[in-house]
């Protein structure tokens, strides 16, 4: 009976292409202010970063609104990627590469958030509930604490513990 699923599927998805249309038909042209909406990249030099500001409490109940159904409570586990825990656990035969154990910039974290979270809707949330996620996050694996507000500058002043880790070959202007 599998293999007549399979058969059925295959038909389904190969038919309307053998009948000369180029593509399944799935989605829309992109418009030019389609483009303009996911048309950004945050540097980790801050090159890029957005007007706002957030803070961890802010964050939290944003976290639980868009980000607990994946990451599980306090980011520590669910259907997708533990974002908290690890420290120390790089150099030993099971690492767990979280933001705090992991990434070497911040920057970097506001940027993922920015362009692909929430996974069901990425690019919904505003610049002021970024940096508030980015600071709950970053307050979860102790880079951060509690009352920091972060912004533009005071997350490119934050210091990753696995930042010296990592080589940076990007040179601005190049």
Not at 106 to 118: E, S, V
Not at 126 to 146: G, H, K, P, R, S
């Amino acid at each position: 009976m599998r293999n007549v699923w399979i058969a059925i599927a295959a038909l389904v998805l190969i038919a309307p292409m053998s009948q000369g249309q180029e593509s399944p038909g799935l989605g829309w042209p992109a418009s030019d202010s389609d483009v303009a909406a996911v048309d950004f990249t945050i540097m980790p030099d801050g090159e890029g970063l957005p007007d706002g500001s957030g803070n961890p409490t802010d964050g939290a109940a944003l976290y639980t609104q868009y980000c607990l159904a994946c990451h599980g409570d306090g980011g520590t586990g669910g259907a997708n990627d533990v974002l908290v825990g690890g420290h120390g656990s790089l150099v030993t035969d099971a690492p767990v590469k979280t933001i705090g154990s992991y990434w070497p910039y911040a920057t970097t974290l506001f940027d993922y958030i920015r362009r692909a979270m929430p996974y069901q809707s990425p690019g919904i949330l505003l610049d002021d509930q970024v940096y508030a996620l980015t600071a709950y996050l970053l307050f979860l694996n102790d880079v951060i604490d509690e009352n920091t507000v972060l912004d533009a500058r005071s997350l490119l002043a934050v210091e990753m513990p696995n930042r010296d880790n990592f080589d940076w070959a990007y040179s601005p202007g190049n």
